[in-house]
């Protein structure tokens, strides 16, 4: 299957930092409050970026818990740094927030003009709805195929949406196996920018196969914006020439690419229920959050066999604040060291899942439980990373069937939980 998927796609060629300060939880309190109310949106944006600002100063990460490097403890504007050259550096951060706003942004535009988030009709052309359903039901086995929980979550979605998921999914799917495949030894940056032009093409309504003809038509039905799907390109190019990452601001971004993307193309067509009183760009984060959360995990996870394949992931300064380095790693001996920096590694990890929390109830409710599901399985599998006693360079923690099928039914439960923006202004109303 993998091979054919590259066929396709390539044709012919082929703190002790960790300290939780009073101004990052303050920030934390305030962005978790954005989900009080819309009303209260614009508000809460502005003295957010003022936050910001204010705690760029000394901290980044705000919602991270995580101590600033001592250099970074300098009066900064709106989260840009100068460089010793000079340069205005963006924090990443800052620069995922923007393209957080654009996303939001652009799902109001879409609102404002009419058609709500009402899916489009088919327009009939002869013959091509019965291929674009067979285009979709290909999504849905390769789907089936690959990820089966998250399969069955999408059972519940309304079909319109289901169908529009499966064909994201194969997309990331795809675009994860050309840099993680088997033949990914073959791929070079010029396959990746021909991927991106088919993708503009895609866009414009010129699929090139069956499985793109489910996503150009998904693009034309719901308010899904081409950036993200840009970026996860991007974080493919990262992924090829890259093997070290200097800081988290570094990791953070590359988490951004492969995964925080998925979040931010999945809300427009998984919805926001309408009952919902969040700020559109506060479900947003929240659903970046989940995709930051997802593969800070994965990192934690695979740190040994990213090992073997020469890949550290992990944030080089934080490694050697703990006294570690690219040899200990490469050792993969658990030691008091390694045990201490995983606790805080799995600590941050477990906050961008908190995070994420309160944004899956805003979902529209037919399209949470599979989201549920994903955020419960995968922190679970920071309890195995834990239960194993912090061996992940020998051991995969996985979650057992007999737990991921326990998880499922509290995933659906959860599904059924009110808003929080809800939540939240009762009680503040009582
Ligand atoms: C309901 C749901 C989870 C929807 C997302 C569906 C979707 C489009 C998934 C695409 C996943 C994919 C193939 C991404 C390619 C890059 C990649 C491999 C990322 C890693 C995923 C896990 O990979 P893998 O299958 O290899 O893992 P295993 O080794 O098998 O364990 C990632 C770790 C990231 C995936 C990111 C998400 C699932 C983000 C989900 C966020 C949302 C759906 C937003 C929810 C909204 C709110 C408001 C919280």
Redesign the pocket.
């Known amino acids: 299957m993998a091979f054919l998927l590259l066929k396709v796609v390539v044709p012919g060629d082929i703190s002790a930092g960790f300290g939780f300060s009073e101004a990052i939880r303050q920030e934390y309190r305030l962005h978790r409050k954005s989900f009080s109310s819309r009303k209260e949106g614009k508000l809460l944006r502005r003295r957010r970026k003022w936050n910001l600002q204010s705690l760029y100063a000394d901290s980044k990460y705000a919602c991270v818990g995580f101590e600033p490097e001592r250099s970074m403890k300098v009066p900064l504007a709106a989260s840009l740094a100068t460089s010793a050259a000079g340069e205005v550096a963006v924090s990443s951060e800052q620069k995922v927030y923007d393209v957080v706003l654009k996303q939001a942004a652009l799902v109001k535009k879409q609102l404002k003009s009419s058609t709500a988030l009402e899916v489009k009709p088919d327009v009939p052309v002869p013959g091509s709805l019965s291929l674009l359903k067979e285009a979709y039901d290909r999504c849905g086995e390769v789907c089936a195929e690959y990820?089966k929980t998250?399969y069955l979550?999408t059972l519940l979605m309304t079909p319109e949406r289901r169908r529009a998921?499966w064909a994201?999914?194969v997309w990331?799917?795809r675009?994860?196996e050309l840099v993680d495949g088997p033949n990914a030894s073959q791929i070079t940056p010029t396959a990746l920018d021909r991927w991106e032009s088919r993708l503009d093409d895609v866009f414009a309504g010129y699929p090139y196969d069956m499985l793109d003809a489910a996503l150009s038509d998904t693009v034309s039905k719901f308010p899904v914006d081409i950036q993200p799907f840009r970026d996860m390109i991007e974080g493919m190019r990262m992924d090829l020439k890259k093997s070290r990452y200097k800081n988290f601001d570094e990791l953070y971004l590359y988490c951004y690419y492969?995964?925080g993307t998925?979040?931010l193309?999945?809300?427009p067509v998984?919805g926001i229920a309408p009952e919902s009183k969040a700020t559109t760009e506060s479900?947003y984060s929240?659903?970046l959050a989940?995709?930051i959360g997802?593969?800070l995990t994965?990192i934690l996870r695979d740190v040994g066999e990213d090992a073997r394949r020469g890949r550290i992931y992990l944030p080089q300064d934080e490694l050697a604040q703990f006294g570690l380095s690219d040899e200990d790693i490469f050792k993969g001996q658990v030691t008091d060291r390694w045990r201490s920096f995983m606790k805080n590694q799995i600590k941050r990890a477990r906050m961008f899942f908190e995070e994420?929390e309160n944004?899956?109830t805003?979902?529209s409710q037919a399209s949470r439980w599979?989201?549920w599901a994903?955020l419960l399985l995968y922190r679970q599998i920071l309890d195995e990373i834990e239960a194993n006693d912090y061996d992940n360079f020998t051991k995969r923690a996985y979650v057992s069937k007999a737990k991921k099928l326990l998880a499922l039914p509290v995933a659906y439960g959860r599904s059924f939980l009110i808003p929080a923006s809800l939540r939240l202004s009762s009680m503040k109303t009582e």
Do not use: H, K, W
Request: glycine share 12%; net charge negative.
């Open positions: 990820a998250f979550g998921i994201i999914y990331c799917r675009t994860d492969v995964a998925v979040g193309m999945s809300v998984m479900v929240a659903a989940l995709g997802n593969q994965n994420a944004g899956v805003e979902l599979p989201v994903s």
